[in-house]
């Protein structure tokens, strides 16, 4: 598929790979009355932001030490950790860098951040809600 042009999005990530069909997504997309939630990271956002009309939003960790103790919580293992903590500092910067991001939301609280999000989405697509 991927040499067939047929998947968005590529990306590895912490030695995952990670794409989406262009075909169900523009199909998705299509579709009225529907939001689509996708996944993806700083650089793969920035890769495909004008392929499609998609509002982005980010969800960024309160702290880099609430990050790991999120981390470690989830049983990830060590050296994975160590390579998200890494990326971490460098894709907050960049999230705070570019211009196309629509909104930023700091998850520091799951139920307030859960909020901000629905009160981000009708402001979207008030013909949704």
Do not use: W
């Not at 996944?39 to 499609?52: G, H, L, P, Q």
């Amino acid at each position: 598929m991927e040499s067939n042009g047929q998947l968005f999005g590529i990306q590895v990530y912490n030695n995952n790979f990670y794409a989406s069909d262009k075909t169900k997504l523009r199909d998705l997309v299509n579709k009225s009355h529907q939001i689509i939630i996708l996944n993806y990271n700083i650089e793969t956002a920035n890769r495909i932001k004008n392929e499609f009309d998609f509002n982005f939003v980010a969800i960024l960790p309160p702290s880099e030490g609430e990050l790991r103790k999120r981390l470690i919580n989830r049983g990830t293992k060590p050296e994975e950790i160590e390579n998200r903590m890494s990326n971490s500092l460098r894709e907050r910067n960049l999230i705070y860098e570019a211009n196309y991001i629509d909104f930023r939301v700091v998850n520091d609280d799951v139920n307030k951040c859960l909020l901000k999000l629905e009160k981000c989405l009708k402001e979207f697509y008030p013909e949704i809600f």
